[in-house]
Nanobody, 132 residues
């Protein structure tokens, strides 16, 4: 089974930085991309950033472009999210997620689109980020 365990969350002042980590295990050859999502109280979960397993193409939500960087180690054992210039509106529970494959309904659906749709198959328990 796929397991995802996040760490690195905490409290930081606006303008500060945090680096989230996600330990990844059990992914199969069909896994196409892994990424980060967040959910603030009273709001829907949103895709923040994602990276493809092969080729390392990345996707970012407009709200974090230029401030956040997603990366992974070569063995895909760990996923990272470097968050700089944090804002109070970045406050949320941050989740690591992975897909089972890129196919939905018999068709290939790009990683970025599935991130936008929150259409991933495996989820971690989350780590809280608070910016004040």
């Amino acid at each position: 089974d796929v397991q995802l365990v996040e760490s690195g969350g905490g409290s930081v002042q606006a303008g500060g930085s945090l680096r989230l980590s996600c330990e990844v295990s059990g992914i199969t050859e069909g896994t196409n991309c892994i990424g980060w999502f967040r959910q603030a109280p009273g709001k829907e979960r949103e895709g923040v950033a994602a990276i493809m397993i092969v080729g390392a193409t990345t996707y970012y939500a407009d709200s974090v472009k230029g401030r956040f960087t997603v990366s992974k180690d070569n063995a895909v054992n760990t996923l990272f999210l470097q968050m700089n210039t944090l804002k109070p509106e970045d406050t949320a529970m941050y989740y690591c997620a992975a897909d089972r494959s890129a196919v939905r309904g018999g068709q290939y659906v790009p990683c970025a689109l599935r991130a936008l749709r929150r259409d991933f198959d495996y989820w971690g328990q989350g780590t809280q980020v608070t910016v004040s």
